[in-house]
């Protein structure tokens, strides 16, 4: 019987297949490779919004990932702010202030500075700093100044949330990513349905609320340029 994985030259191709065909042997179809893994974006591309742009996105995380009953952007550009550009309460007494650093780069004394300029003159009651950078801020250096500011500032909870943490934290909220960065990288980026269900399920567990209730006014604004009134985030 003739050898299917053998191809003639195209001149014997028309008898080859006859041969094949008489003796009922199939011509064999050329093979698709389909890879089993497909990598999605570790990243959301965070540099490439606009200050305020990034502030809102992480103002608008903070109303519907971390679940804050009132989120406000702290100033406009041009105010000093203290170190903080986004306040989040649950109670109107006691607030988380978000300070957001859209860096390419960030090292050690880039969190140094972020931390002083708010330590000088600490805005309202933050109880919770949270400090947020659009790259990645996996160094060993800036991991010990963290821990180093934390054991001087003992008085506030210090935390950095770099732009591998960020986009964490996004990659069951397609509607904020589609807002942000359009629904052509929400689709590339973000969890299926079901999966974004068990993603957020986890996520609540591990989300500790500040108690008491906080009123609420303002008018719903989102990054794709939709609308804010009073710096309130819905």
Request: charged share 25%; with cysteine.
């Amino acid at each position: 019987m003739a050898n299917p994985d053998l191809r003639p030259d195209s001149v014997w191709e028309d008898a080859f297949i006859a041969m094949l065909e008489a003796e009922g042997v199939a011509w064999p179809e050329p093979r698709i490779e389909v890879p089993l893994v497909t990598h999605r974006p570790a990243l959301l591309p965070f540099c490439e919004l606009d200050p305020r742009q990034f502030e809102v996105l992480v103002a608008r995380m903070a109303k519907v990932v971390e679940g804050y009953r009132e989120v406000r952007l702290y100033g406009v550009p041009g105010e000093r702010q203290f170190g903080i550009d986004v306040a989040a309460t649950n109670d109107g007494l006691c607030f988380t202030g978000y300070q957001c650093k859209r860096y390419r780069a960030f090292t050690a004394d880039d969190l140094r500075s972020a931390v002083g300029e708010f330590v000088r003159k600490p805005p309202l009651q933050i109880q919770h700093l949270v400090v947020v950078v659009a790259c990645s801020a996996e160094s060993r250096h800036i991991t010990d100044a963290l821990l180093e500011l934390r054991h001087q500032n003992s008085a506030f909870v210090l935390d950095l949330v770099d732009g591998a943490e960020l986009s964490r934290r996004l990659l069951s909220h397609p509607k904020l990513v589609e807002e942000a960065f359009g629904a052509m990288v929400a689709r590339a980026f973000c969890l299926s349905e079901g999966l974004a269900t068990a993603a957020e399920t986890a996520s609540s567990q591990r989300i500790v609320h500040q108690s008491g209730t906080a009123q609420s006014g303002g008018t719903l604004f989102q990054i794709a340029g939709d609308y804010h009134n009073h710096g309130e985030v819905r």
